[in-house]
């Protein structure tokens, strides 16, 4: 058999199995992509497990020299050309399963909350269990799970916040291209970041007014706290407990508790912390209103380059989309619509849920695809998006509707 010769080989270096490094781009294995067990076409190495698994399936690799970056200690490099995993299930068929992994994951946080209050452990075991759930949820179709974390209480701020936070992270990193392993302990850095508030005075999160100095620097404590927390179990995984101690660290320098730069957090702080920023601006809290998924999106695409890691944000914004699942819109019938699915092929033009008619009452829900709509000025695709406050929907209702025909398909 001759041996495989890849497109542009003159850019390219050949690297034998045992010299292959982290950091590396692999532009071609020894073998045409469509004969490996790889699920993207052209891969920065970030990892020793990837690396590990390279070397396991190939003899040599071609490397793109201009696209490798030198990996420093503590701050993995973020894939630069990335394809995420392919959907497996359409949305509809994954909404029984995610929500039941989204209520079970739900409880197993508040009883682990609840432990802590009491003075006891988390039980990693179980909140691992609950995080595989969904790890294996996500890579099926994410934006099941995505659309139930829109879903929210004003009970349990907390318990939610975590939740969700692990679900965007886990999402994010499938978007990425991370290995099951990797999508696992974000998933856990996510769902345990803010354990910290739980020793905070009550009182002082709920507080609907402007914090005194004072009550700031108590509330900043919690990143110590939950890096304590965490420590006094010898199997917390460093990088969780890292999360923990870090999300609110800025690539400048102008975060807490530490004041460190990028180059100082790992690649899991790095998401968490534009994860975390994101899932706070579009939830209600009680000293601020949710602003609109889109609004949130400019906030971090602002702060690039100064409080998050430029290339994390814009793979972010790929990851959620133009319009993210969960997203309120207008058509320019003038209905009300709910973002229910996105679209891959084109970004503008995603499935959604019509439920409010031209005057902006409620109506019963229809499903469009809004793609198949024509052109771009047709009525029924998006004009602008609206604030859901402004406009208040029952997201309840509108997933009930949409189950009802998952269920139904799956007959």
Known sequence: MSEFIPPNIEKLVKVDASDIKVGMYM????????????????????????VSEVRGQCQHIFVDREKS???????????????????????????AVAQKVHVDTKAEIQRNL????????????????SVKSCVKSIVTNPNALMWLGRLRSKDNYIAEHCLNVGILAIAFGRHLGMGLDELETLGMCGMLHDVGKLKVDQKIL???????????????????????????????????????????????????????????????????SIVDTYDAITTNRCYDKSR????????????????FEPALVEKFIECLGIYPTGSLVELHSGEGAVVIDSNKNSRLNPRVSIVLDEEKHSRSPLVIDTALEGSDAAERTIKRVLDE?????DL????????EQGDSIAL
């Open 206 to 272: 709920d507080k609907p007014r402007s914090l005194s100095e004072e009550e700031f620097a108590i509330i900043k404590d919690h990143c110590r706290i939950g890096r304590d927390i965490l420590s006094q179990d010898e199997s917390m995984p460093k990088t969780i407990i890292e999360a923990a101690y870090g999300h609110h660290e800025r690539m400048d320098g102008s975060g807490y508790p530490r004041g460190l730069k990028a180059d100082s957090l790992n690649l899991y702080t790095r998401m968490i």
């Open 292 to 307: 609109p998924a889109t609004e949130a999106i400019k906030v971090l695409f602002g702060c690039r380059n100064t409080q």
């Open 396 to 403: 309840e209702r509108v997933f009930s509707f949409f189950k």
């Open 389 to 393: 406050n402004e406009f208040p929907v």
């Open 69 to 95: 970056r030198t990996i420093q200690t503590a701050r993995e490099p973020v894939p630069t050309e990335t394809v995420a995993p392919p959907i497996l299930k359409p949305v509809e068929k994954e909404f």
């Open 27 to 50: 532009s071609f294995p020894d073998r045409p992509w469509l004969e490996t067990k790889f699920l993207f076409q052209g891969i920065l190495l970030t990892t020793k497990k990837q």
């Open 114 to 129: 609840k432990r802590l209050v009491a003075g006891e452990g988390i039980n990693v075991t179980r909140i691992r269990g």
